[in-house]
């Protein structure tokens, strides 16, 4: 098959894939969604929508799906509605809580410390990786902070605030790097999932 | 004249008494400055001392009140009636009342305090303080695991005054040298006296030698015995008295001694002998223990109590009879103590975790100077859990003894194995396991053994597949024989484990089942350097080789090194750095280096969940279904099994939602062990991960795939008129399943399988 041809249809399978998602406007889990013995249980509600996310991993090969191009605006555009909203349980609370006056402080690493104590409570709550995330972030440690992002990203799926706040802290990492375009359309994509 | 030559004789002979006093003089201040510059300035070199991970407690927490009770006993709490000093705890049902000791964290340091505790039979129901106050978290003191000691060199736990029961200074004196307290560093009435009672008991029993002197001699002396070394010792030990007070002298002794060797870890002080011989701390031993080591102190190999131990007990009623004799205790409690048995753990019982410090050792190389590390007084946190670290020892020593049982392997050395576990979303590496005998010292497999892996290779292929975007699970790849060129070498024509050709599949299958051909044929298509390059991304330390029987994992890798892959694959395509050591603090406790979390995108998310999902299949129905008769019901866990060719190495790795287990097992001089993947290690793995207690795999799909359901063996829609075996994959929205053509047949080619060929691939199975 002439590569041309082949991406020409890969284009149009995706196209008639988001065309599908915004008909159908449904986001199936796999199960229900568990935060680790936690309390704050996700609460399961309305269908959501889905919010491509830019590709930030590495460079697949010449044959792969196109990711959405930068520049271009985000394809999802439809109010997000939420299928689950993520909450810290007590315990990861208390030690957010002494995270804010320890970085309050001027206590980086100690901060750092206890967010990551929290997050073995509570390994699969964005909202603990937002925070450290943003801990990170005002230490300087933008890559770090990138990074957390993104994997608060992964696992806020269905909770458009957690998915609002991953973009945010992806931003602001970004144009600290001076990646100015790319934090433009991550900072887009937060404001338009915080609208609600 | 006469007189004149006499004078002269006597001058000269002052001269030469003149010149030996300088001399002795001099060499007197030369001993003086060794002693003080090296006794005062660092008494001892300090090896870094290494904690495990903290017990953290919380309402909520999935901790039963058996589980809490072990972590205290763990941590050598004493249960009463009536709650004293830090260190003890009662129970009434369920409800604990626990005095935790002050400590030092990696983050802070904690007065000590009360904690009540309430569980049910599942976990923590309530945590308050002494004036009733809910507490939301709090942590038990980290477990002491071991210390970093010089190669061939010295390991030590120090301890002060306050930590050393006074009956032990008492009865080293009653034993070893009475008039310690006049004394001025020897003692030749003690020599005497000591000859005298040896004389006429007929055997050693006091020495001649003070206690200064043994000091000197360990600190600062070789052991040869010449005269002129007597000397110098003798000299040192009143130089030692002149400078420095009794008490310190004698903590100095309790803390230099040498009180046993194990391997090439020499055991000094009472403070790790205690440890050493019965796992707790020097404070709490009772007094038929203390006589133990007095014992032991005075010829660590002659009466070494675990390999000679009617020696040892013969030597401690000894001491337990001085001891009632200088009335340091009564006769009643000597006598009764004299009754009680050794009472020493066995070796490597628990406590002692070599493979992982070994890990510690050399995370902390790249930063440490090793000076620094054994001699400096450093405090290392880990993120060992001492509660996964048993279990996996006690598990890979139980199915070992199994698999060498049942394959009746009594010719050679008996199987060996090794097994690391991390938690998916940190890396924190929880337990490491160096062989069989876990608390020996020796080879560390875990760490050194590069072995072939075989399948474990396979879901990087698949993935790689996936990530080019022009496959899914449900996408049909040719399970066909293939006969690959390479230059110099005979044509490479390998074959599936089961010999068979399957043809056309979905890809999932080829993964479940773990079919060669259908991998090299997707492997093949997609390019090696592509697949080499999805190896890279997740952490592999070298690249495989450029070859295509790399997509068999024909290449060597250690366990730790598939530990660190497949907790990307666990983490949804987050690459995070294995972590065994958390944080480090300097002797005067400040931080010196944290070693904190970091997480790096490394794959596109959705193929990663698409491999993941494809993985459970290989439990659900594939290589590792023999794990679903060991986890618990309902538990969905993903994993991968792997064997060299030959069955040399059997390999099995695989993550639930809160733990990844890597496990090898094979024989360390690379024999055929007739194990696959599936026979051998499986059965540790999944034993491994329900005593753990397992979470199901928790990943979120993600937005841009959907779930769909085809037959396992064609790919198609199951029809039901065709006998189908659905199975459900993850493909993009896009992305729709074709339906089964009229009358049922795999693309046009082959018949569907009879019965009895089900059957029979059932047990394939089972047994691969």
């Not at chain 2, 397992?694 to 008129?721: C, Q, R, W």
Request: charged share 20%.
């Amino acid at each position: 098959m002439d590569p041309g041809d082949y991406a020409l249809r890969v284009y149009s399978l995706l196209a008639f894939g988001l065309v599908a998602t915004q008909l159908s406007g449904c986001v199936i889990f796999r199960e229900p969604v568990e935060t680790t013995a936690s309390p704050g249980e996700p609460v399961s509600a309305a269908p959501g929508t889905p919010g491509q996310p830019t590709s930030p991993y590495p460079a697949p090969p010449a044959t792969a799906v196109p990711a959405p191009q930068p520049g271009q605006p985000p394809a999802a555009t439809a109010p997000p509605a939420a299928t689950r909203q993520f909450h810290l349980g007590t315990a990861a609370t208390a030690l957010v809580a002494q995270a804010h006056r320890q970085s309050g402080s001027g206590d980086t690493q100690s901060a750092i410390s206890s967010i990551e104590r929290a997050l073995r409570i509570e390994p699969d709550n964005p909202l603990l990786w937002i925070e450290l995330g943003e801990i990170h972030e005002s230490a300087g440690h933008y890559d770090q902070a990138a990074g957390m992002g993104h994997k608060a990203l992964q696992l806020a799926t269905g909770d458009p605030r957690a998915q609002s706040a991953s973009w945010h802290l992806i931003a602001d990492a970004l144009k600290a790097r001076g990646r100015n375009g790319e934090a433009a359309e991550a900072q887009h994509r937060a404001d338009e999932l915080g609208v609600q | 004249m006469a007189a004149g030559r006499r004078v002269k004789i006597w001058h000269y002979l002052l001269a030469v008494v003149l010149l030996c006093v300088i001399v002795l003089a001099i060499y007197v201040v030369h001993l003086d400055r060794i002693v003080t510059t090296q006794f005062e300035g660092r008494r001892w070199t300090l090896p870094a001392q290494v904690y495990a991970a903290p017990q953290e407690l919380y309402a909520g927490e999935d901790l039963s009140a058996p589980d809490l009770e072990h972590e205290l006993q763990r941590l050598q709490y004493r249960r009463v009636d009536h709650l004293d000093r830090p260190g003890s705890y009662s129970r009434q049902g369920d409800h604990f009342q626990v005095s935790l000791r002050a400590t030092r964290f990696s983050d802070e340091a904690r007065a000590a305090m009360v904690l009540n505790v309430a569980s049910s039979g599942a976990g923590i129901t309530a945590l308050t303080d002494i004036t009733g106050k809910d507490v939301a978290i709090a942590r038990l003191e980290p477990l002491l695991i071991g210390s970093i000691f010089p190669i061939h060199g010295e390991d030590r736990i120090v301890v002060t005054p306050a930590q050393v029961p006074p009956m032990l200074p008492a009865a080293l004196k009653a034993v070893e040298d009475r008039n310690f307290d006049s004394h001025l560093g020897i003692d030749p009435l003690g020599v005497l006296r000591a000859l005298w009672v040896d004389a006429r008991s007929g055997q050693l029993e006091q020495g001649g030698s003070t206690l200064t002197q043994q000091l000197v001699k360990n600190y600062f002396l070789d052991s040869r015995r010449t005269a002129g070394r007597k000397l110098r010792e003798a000299i040192m030990a009143v130089l030692l008295e002149v400078h420095f007070s009794k008490t310190d002298i004698m903590t100095a002794y309790i803390n230099e001694i040498q009180l046993g060797q194990d391997g090439d870890r020499a055991i000094r002080g009472f403070g790790l002998a205690s440890q050493f011989y019965f796992g707790k701390p020097l404070v709490e031993l009772d007094v038929a223990q203390v006589a133990t080591l007095v014992a032991v102190a005075r010829g660590p190999s002659y009466y070494d109590p675990r390999r000679h131990p009617d020696r040892a007990l013969k030597r401690r009623n000894v001491v337990l009879g001085l001891m009632a004799e200088q009335k340091i205790i009564p006769a009643a409690d000597a006598q009764e103590a004299e009754a009680k048995p050794l009472g020493v753990m066995g070796r490597g019982s628990g406590g002692y975790y070599p493979a992982y410090l070994d890990l510690v050792r050399r995370t902390l190389r790249r930063d440490y100077r090793e000076q620094d590390l054994t001699e400096a007084g450093l405090t290392v946190f880990t993120n060992l859990e001492p509660r996964t670290q048993e279990l996996a020892e006690k598990i890979l020593e139980r199915e070992l003894t199994r698999l060498d049982h049942l394959h009746k392997n009594n010719k050679g050395a008996p199987l060996e194995g090794s097994v690391v576990v991390t938690a998916p979303q940190s890396g924190d590496v929880t337990a490491v396991i160096g062989g069989r005998e876990a608390g020996f010292d020796g080879f560390d497999r875990a760490l050194d053994a590069r072995r072939p892996i075989g399948s474990l290779v396979k879901p990087f292929v698949y993935l790689a597949a996936i990530e080019t975007g022009r496959y899914n699970p449900a996408s049909i790849i040719q399970d066909i024989p293939v006969d690959i060129k390479i230059p110099g070498s005979p044509d490479w024509q390998p074959e599936n484990f089961e010999h068979d050709i399957n043809g056309p599949i979905p890809m999932v299958k080829g993964l479940a089942r773990s079919l060669n051909l259908a991998t090299i044929n997707l492997g093949m298509d997609i390019g090696l350097d592509t697949v080499r390059h999805s190896l890279q991304r997740f952490g592999i330390e070298e690249d495989p080789p450029r070859i295509p029987s790399l997509l068999l994992g024909t290449f060597g890798l250690t366990p730790l090194d598939v530990a660190q892959l497949y907790t990307g694959l666990a983490n949804g395509g987050f690459k995070t750095n294995l972590r065994a050591v958390s944080a480090v603090l300097a002797a005067d406790g400040k931080a010196l280096k944290a070693f904190n979390l970091d997480v790096a995108p490394v794959a596109q998310p959705d193929a990663v969940f698409a491999v993941q999902m494809m993985m459970e299949q290989v439990i659900q129905r594939g290589t590792g279904v023999a794990a679903q008769s060991i986890l618990p019901t309902g538990i969905v866990v993903a994993g991968k099994s792997g064997t060299s060719s030959d069955l040399r190495d059997s390999w099995f790795a695989g993550f639930s939602g809160n733990a990844v287990a890597v496990v090898w097992v094979g024989y360390d001089d690379d024999r055929v062990t007739g194990l696959t993947g599936s026979a051998g290690a499986l059965g540790v793995w999944d034993r491994l991960l329900t005593a753990i207690g397992p979470t199901s795999v928790s990943s979120v799909m993600p937005e841009s795939l959907h779930p769909v359901s085809i037959d396992f063996k064609t790919g198609y829609l199951p029809a039901p008129n065709c006998s189908p075996d659905p199975v459900t994959v993850y493909v993009p929205l896009s992305f729709t399943p074709p339906e089964a053509p009229a009358g049922c047949t795999v693309f046009g080619a082959k018949p569907e399988p009879s019965l009895l060929d089900k059957a029979g691939k059932w047990i394939q199975g089972i047994t691969h």
